[in-house]
């Protein structure tokens, strides 16, 4: 079993910045991907990012060229850089971690709050 605890969250201006990371209760070198999910009310969850042990990234359309997803094996932690936050990407933001396709480990959520 896989405890995740996201932090970073906050209350930013649209334009801004903010890094979340999700830290791991052990090694995820053997987690074949990390992801990061975000819900807004009313609205079913969400893939915003993911990257898999190997390094490749993937990331939802609605924020291509805005965010980041990147990890240290070593610190086991997994980052999600966001540039140029809208306040469409208010939402509770999740950390994601799966051994095969599914997702088996989630952590608490972090709140991103944009305003503009």
């Known amino acids: 079993q896989v405890q995740l605890v996201e932090s970073g969250g906050g209350l930013v201006q649209a334009g801004g910045s903010l890094r979340l990371s999700c830290a791991a209760s052990?090694?995820?070198?053997?987690?074949?991907?990390m992801g990061w999910y975000r819900q807004a009310p009313g609205k079913q969850r969400e893939l915003v990012a993911r990257i898999t042990r190997g390094g490749s990234t993937s990331y939802a359309d609605s924020v291509k060229g805005r965010f980041t997803i990147s990890r240290d094996n070593a610190k086991n932690t997994v980052y999600l850089q966001m540039n140029n936050l809208k306040p469409e990407d208010t939402a509770v933001y999740y950390c994601?971690?799966?051994?095969?396709?599914?997702?088996?480990?989630w952590g608490q959520g972090t709140q991103v709050t944009v305003s503009s």
């Open positions: 052990r090694s995820i070198s053997s987690i074949n991907a």
């Open positions: 994601s971690g799966s051994r095969l396709v599914l997702v088996d480990y």
